[in-house]
C-alpha cells in the first residue's frame, strides 16, 4: 500500500538535526557578538598566551565557564589548536584547576567530534573498506586492537587531535574504548601543556621546572616510538596468525 514512499533513514535525521544545531547556534553566538569570532580566531592562532589569558580573565566568575566552552569547540571543529588555550588556562586558573578545566574541556570536545564524525564519514568508509582486503585487515586490526592504539595517540602532546579523531572516527573502534582512551591519554599529553605553557608565560620564576619537564618530554616521546615500534612489530604479527 506504501510500496511508493521512501521512508527516510533515521540516521538522516540525526545527521540533518545535528548540522541545524550547529549552524544555529554559530549563528546565535554571531548575532550576539559579531567580532567575537574574529578575535578568538586571532587569539588562538597567535599563540600570545597572555592576550587568551587577559581575554578570560575579561569575563569574571564565567570565565571558566567561557574557557571550558571554546576548548570544547576547538576540539569539535578539530583544526584549531588548543594548546594556546590550554596554556592560559594555567595562567589564569592555576595549574591543577587549568589542568582538569583544559583536560575535561579536550576530552569532551573530542568525543563530540568523533561522534559526528562517525556519523557523517563511517558509511562512505564502510563502502572503500569492502572493496579492499588489506582496509579489511587494517579495520578489524583497529577494531581489536583499537584501545591500545587511541591510548598511545592520545598521549602524545602537541599532537594534532583532529586527524586522531577523524582515524577513529573512520576505524571499528568501539565508541566506549574511544571515550576511556581518550579520558586517560588525554590527562598527562594536557598536564605537560598547560605546564609548559603557564611556565614559558612564567619562565623566570620556574626556569628549573621548564627545564625538567621538556627533558621529560623528550624521555616521554622516546618511549612513545618505542612503544608504537613494538606494537606494529608484534601485534599485527599475532592478528595475522588468527586470520589463517
Not at 500500500?1 to 549552524?23: D, F, H, R, S, T
Not at 591510548?151 to 571499528?172: E, K
Request: proline fraction near 3%; glycine fraction near 8%.
Amino acid at each position: 500500500m506504501n510500496k511508493g514512499k521512501k521512508v527516510i533513514q533515521p540516521e538522516i535525521w540525526i545527521k540533518a538535526g545535528a548540522a541545524i544545531l550547529l549552524v544555529a547556534g554559530g549563528t546565535l553566538v554571531h548575532w550576539l557578538n559579531p567580532d567575537l569570532y574574529l578575535k578568538l580566531g586571532y587569539l588562538l592562532t597567535s599563540g600570545d598566551i597572555d592576550s587568551i589569558a587577559e581575554f578570560l580573565r575579561s569575563y569574571g566568575m564565567w570565565a571558566m565557564v567561557i574557557s571550558m566552552v571554546i576548548d570544547i569547540l576547538i576540539n569539535v571543529l578539530g583544526f584549531l589548536p588548543s594548546i594556546f588555550i590550554s596554556a592560559a588556562n594555567g595562567v589564569v586558573f592555576g595549574l591543577v584547576p587549568g589542568v582538569i578545566i583544559s583536560w575535561l574541556s579536550e576530552s569532551i570536545g573530542v568525543m563530540i567530534s568523533f561522534w559526528l564524525m562517525r556519523r557523517f564519514l563511517r558509511h562512505y568508509a564502510e563502502h572503500l573498506i569492502a572493496k579492499s582486503k588489506y582496509l579489511k585487515k587494517i579495520d578489524e586490526f583497529s577494531g581489536a586492537n583499537g584501545f591500545k592504539m587511541m591510548l598511545l595517540a592520545r598521549s602524545l602532546p602537541y599532537f594534532p587531535s583532529g586527524i586522531i579523531t577523524a582515524v577513529g572516527a573512520v576505524s571499528s573502534i568501539r565508541f566506549r574504548d574511544y571515550a576511556l582512551a581518550t579520558l586517560i591519554g588525554k590527562l598527562p599529553s594536557t598536564m605537560l601543556e598547560v605546564v609548559v605553557g603557564h611556565d614559558i608565560v612564567n619562565y623566570e620564576e620556574n626556569l628549573a621546572r621548564l627545564s625538567i619537564v621538556i627533558g621529560l618530554i623528550f624521555l616521554f616521546y622516546c618511549g612513545v616510538w618505542w612503544g608504537r615500534k613494538r606494537l606494529l612489530r608484534t601485534e599485527p604479527m599475532e592478528y595475522s596468525k588468527k586470520l589463517q
